[in-house]
């Protein structure tokens, strides 16, 4: 995620300006990249895009309006106009290699980036734009239960007899099932005058997938309860408001990642509107 408010922010801090400044607040811009105006995205989850998104007749795709929110913002942390969302990306991309690169000490060029399953050869094509743009190589996209079984086997040991491991990854948008089979062989490698030597191997024997089941769906169901009750309680509240619908969704996170472990949840948020107060256990 990265946001502007005379500055701007990456992460955390940019998710902090989401509810106080949401049309220059840029959230799920990887599920963005390489669409087109008519995809089910932007019309499933309109009111949870809280900045303005049109169509690219030029390049197919889409464009995201940018408004500078003060007179004195610069050139660099503001500016009426729009950015491509591999624009977006790419700084979220840079961010990421100088982090890398301050924690290794040396610069960082080369790069291999994960992408699930599902993305269409457009979309991946934005990706490796948007990583040029931050000044990397992307040597290759591998799938991300690829990279999860990679993790998983390098420390481990199996044997000759394969092992068949699930992989279920419920990530913010979509919810990707694997099964990865492990076993060792000899090394291709070695030399036959060698000792024989054995390597882990690991095949992805299939993969499933949701793009509509995610995190974001659980988000969106408790928003939703929650704008139910306030209807309900205080039908002068407008909630379809953009900055209540955004301070619903941060706590709508926070109840998900509660109600994982915990059989109920209480969501308080004072002055949601006006002088008004909500509370709600669900």
């Given at each position: 995620?990265?946001?502007?408010?005379?500055?701007?922010?990456?992460?955390?801090?940019?998710?902090?300006?989401?509810?106080?400044?949401?049309?220059?607040?840029?959230?799920?811009?990887?599920?963005?990249?390489?669409?087109?105006?008519?995809?089910?995205?932007?019309?499933?989850?309109?009111?949870?895009?809280?900045?303005?998104?049109?169509?690219?007749?030029?390049?197919?795709?889409?464009?995201?309006?940018?408004?500078?929110?003060?007179?004195?913002?610069?050139?660099?942390?503001?500016?009426?106009?729009?950015?491509?969302?591999?624009?977006?990306?790419?700084?979220?991309?840079?961010?990421?290699?100088?982090?890398?690169?301050?924690?290794?000490?040396?610069?960082?060029?080369?790069?291999?980036?994960?992408?699930?399953?599902?993305?269409?050869?457009?979309?991946?094509?934005?990706?490796?734009?948007?990583?040029s743009l931050a000044g990397l190589n992307v040597l290759a996209l591998i799938n991300d239960i690829t990279s999860f079984a990679l993790n998983f086997g390098y420390l481990r040991t199996f044997t000759p007899e394969p092992q068949n491991v699930m992989f279920i990854d419920v990530g913010a948008t979509s919810t990707t099932a694997s099964i990865v089979e492990f076993s060792t062989i000899p090394d291709p490698k070695a030399s036959k005058s060698s000792t024989p030597k054995e390597v882990t191997q690991a095949v992805v024997k299939s993969t499933a997938w949701s793009e509509s089941l995610g995190g974001?769906?659980?988000?969106?169901?408790?928003?939703?309860?929650?704008?139910?009750?306030?209807?309900?309680?205080?039908?002068?509240?407008?909630?379809?408001?953009?900055?209540?619908t955004l301070k619903l969704m941060k706590e709508a996170q926070k109840m998900k990642e509660v109600l994982s472990a915990n059989q109920q949840s209480t969501v308080s948020i004072g002055s949601l509107s006006g002088d008004y107060d909500f509370t709600l256990t669900v």
């Open positions: 995620m990265v946001g502007w408010h005379n500055d701007r922010f990456f992460g955390a801090d940019a998710l902090n300006l989401w509810s106080r400044n949401p049309p220059q607040s840029y959230s799920y811009i990887n599920q963005v990249l390489g669409k087109t105006i008519d995809s089910p995205l932007f019309t499933e989850f309109e009111e949870f895009f809280p900045y303005t998104i049109v169509n690219d007749t030029e390049r197919g795709s889409v464009k995201i309006i940018h408004e500078a929110n003060t007179k004195s913002e610069s050139v660099s942390s503001g500016f009426n106009g729009s950015f491509l969302p591999e624009e977006l990306v790419s700084m979220i991309l840079k961010r990421a290699k100088e982090q890398a690169e301050k924690f290794l000490g040396s610069s960082v060029v080369d790069c291999v980036l994960t992408v699930p399953p599902y993305l269409t050869h457009f979309e991946r094509q934005a990706l490796i734009d948007a990583g974001r769906a659980f988000d969106v169901r408790l928003v939703n309860h929650c704008k139910a009750h306030i209807k309900k309680s205080k039908p002068s509240v407008d909630i379809n408001d953009a900055r209540i």
